[in-house]
């Protein structure tokens, strides 16, 4: 079964603490993105990547950076969280654009900044 | 710009009601249409989809029809389930074939009783 894992269920972090969101994804998809999930504004965009070591902003990157060391395994991080950054987070991949195939999603991170 | 707009719920249906979630969208060039449903507790699957004018997507008795004329891609089931309760999301992809960088509605949240 294919799969998108994401690193943790729940999270609660300090003010200001740096937070690694880890997600790893087994079917050799060339696409990998993050989301984040709030009531009433639906999932936005945070990064996504086409390629190792490559990164490209989506809708609303402040505040956030990524990692693609490897192709399977996709980090978001929060340099400093703030509250405003309490959310569900969600992961997925896809293969390359063309392919008309579907986007995977992860079980979702919920994150808590207190 | 691209964009997807859908009802607000919550909807909430008797057991074997018909269903109706509508979406409509706005985009450059020639999207591909999606509806992705979040059970409880999970993440994101894709329900169905149709990646050009007059397909029709269907998938576990809901149906939706990519209508160009009025860009709309509005989901339908005949008789739904107490199972079926879940958020609902109507996406578009502004590249075409692709599967990532999808754009989402905010999601509708579907309460079917018993």
């Known amino acids: 079964d294919v799969k998108v894992t994401q690193s943790s269920r729940y999270l609660v972090k300090r003010t200001g603490e740096k937070v690694f969101l880890e997600c790893v994804q087994d079917?050799?998809?060339?696409?990998m993105f993050w989301y984040r999930q709030d009531p009433g504004l639906g999932l936005r965009l945070i990064y996504f990547s086409y390629d190792v070591k490559m990164k490209e902003k989506g809708d609303i990157p402040e505040g956030y950076s990524v990692s693609r060391e490897k192709k399977e395994r996709f980090s978001l991080i929060l340099e400093s969280a703030s509250t405003n950054q309490t959310s569900m987070y969600l992961c997925?991949?896809?293969?390359?654009?063309?392919?008309?195939?579907?986007?995977?999603f992860g079980q979702g991170t919920r994150l808590t900044v207190v | 710009g691209n964009s997807v707009t859908q009802m607000e719920g919550p909807v909430t249906l008797s057991e074997e009601a018909f269903l109706t979630i509508n979406c409509t969208y706005t985009?450059?060039?020639?999207?591909?249409l999606f509806w992705y449903v979040q059970y409880p507790g999970e993440g994101l699957q894709l329900l169905l989809k149709a990646t050009k004018a007059d397909d029709k997507g269907s998938n576990k008795g809901f149906e939706a029809t990519y209508r160009k004329e009025t860009t709309s891609f509005h989901l339908e089931k005949g008789s739904v389930q107490v199972s079926d309760s879940a958020v609902y999301f109507c996406?578009?992809?502004?590249?075409?074939?692709?599967?990532?960088?999808?754009?989402f509605g905010k999601g509708t949240k579907l309460s079917v009783k018993p």
């Open positions: 996406a578009l992809s502004p590249y075409g074939g692709s599967q990532g960088n999808l754009i």
């Open positions: 079917m050799d998809h060339e696409n």
């Open positions: 997925a991949s896809s293969l390359p654009r063309d392919t008309n195939t579907e986007a995977f």
């Open positions: 985009a450059t060039g020639y999207p591909s």
